[in-house]
């Protein structure tokens, strides 16, 4: 069967140029290259923010696969040892294979992925602040995006659908709000510092803060290089000279770095939180990213949530439809993976469970692949129930039972910063 090579191809619009937004840009190229040939073709647009205060810093992001992968090409360093610290200073270490921890800088992303965007016929990126989307003005199916260009000219969009990854003005309401909050310094020692086949996932050998936990981060480049972080999972962000201490404190007391140069700095924040991200916004708008749910409430993780989201949204636009179908708004978490975030931030938001011991006990006690592929959303229900067993029984059943009985408050003055870090993210 022929593909629709005669009917006008499906107009899309991706609002934003960070993971989510180019994410599935890539995708959808890719299904529009290797599409089913009764499928419709894709005309896509990106809209980036031109270069000001709406366009995020570079950033990095963080994810684990088992091979090669879609982005290779702007992958900066991969790890196949994991590294866990307990407060006493107890390790535990890991080879999760096949799985790898591997590390993307924002910058090399871009331009891999506005690359390809540039070798396909009906792709490009646009600059330009978007204000508004709403339904077309003629009552024909899609939407209409209002914007303008980084010298102020108005522009006027219609699409077919309107995928928009910026982030939501507030936090939606919740039993329990934290935030993933940190702050990284791109680090050159004066001499061989870092094993740089191990990622140092969580060092606890720091003051833990009143409330929640703290831990350092520690992503070896070089013998010499790395990326040495400080984060929190509180309330609330510390001030500059806050991280700025911690940092000083993890770095020189801990690691015992001596002469080191900061070569580079990266702060954000992540929500970590059980409120309901509402991805429809009208039939034919829809969140993607942090902005539709895909960071994952209990560990700030997101990258590889957002590729599920973004392949599964392609893999329904390739397919045949009636015109004016609703956009598709794939859920990035399952509900069991959701409901089980939601006790362990409970748990961890009481203080029932002691942060640092839960976590180093959860990889202590479980093969790392399987913690991995659970932190994922990739687990079964069997593997799930087994790393269940092996937490605080009590403290979990009673942080699950009063869950129903909570009532959903909004945070206050909480927003997702415009580039979170995805450990996204990521993480």
Known sequence: MRRAAEAEPLRLAVIGGGAAGLSLAH???????????????????????????????????????????????????????????????STVEAAPAPLRYRMLRSTAFEELVHARLAAHPRARVLRATVHQVRARPDGRPGARVRAEDAAGRPLTLDAGYVFDSRPPARLPP???????????????????????????????????????????????????????????????????????RALHGYARQVLGLDEFTVEEVEQGVIPMTDGRFPRRVGPAHVRIGTAGGATRPATGYAFAAVQRQSRAIAAALGRPAAPGRPAPAPAPHGRRALAMDAVLLRALDTGRVDGPRFFTDLFRRTPAEQVLRFLDGG??????????LRCPVGPMLRSAAELPLLPRRTPPGTRPETAPDPREDDR
Not at 208 to 233: N, S
Not at 379 to 388: F, W
């Open 174 to 244: 919740a039993r329990t709000t934290l935030l993933q909050h940190f702050r990284g310094w791109f680090v050159r020692t004066a001499r061989p510092s870092f094993d740089p086949g191990t990622a140092h996932l969580m060092d606890f050998r720091v003051p833990q803060p009143a409330h929640g936990l703290g831990f350092g981060y520690v992503l070896p480049l070089a013998p010499d290089r790395a990326l040495v972080e400080y984060t929190e999972f509180s309330r609330h962000p510390l001030t500059v000279p806050g991280y700025e």
């Open 379 to 388: 687990s079964t229900p069997a593997e799930e129930l087994r790393i269940g």
């Open 27 to 89: 995708w959808l190229v890719r299904q529009d290259l290797a599409g089913r040939p009764d499928g419709p073709r894709f005309d896509v647009t990106v809209i980036e923010a031109p270069e000001g205060p709406l366009r995020p810093a570079p950033r990095t992001w963080c994810f684990w696969d088992d091979g090669p992968g879609e982005y290779d090409e702007a992958v900066l360093a991969q790890w196949s040892r994991l590294r866990i610290t307990g407060p006493d200073g």
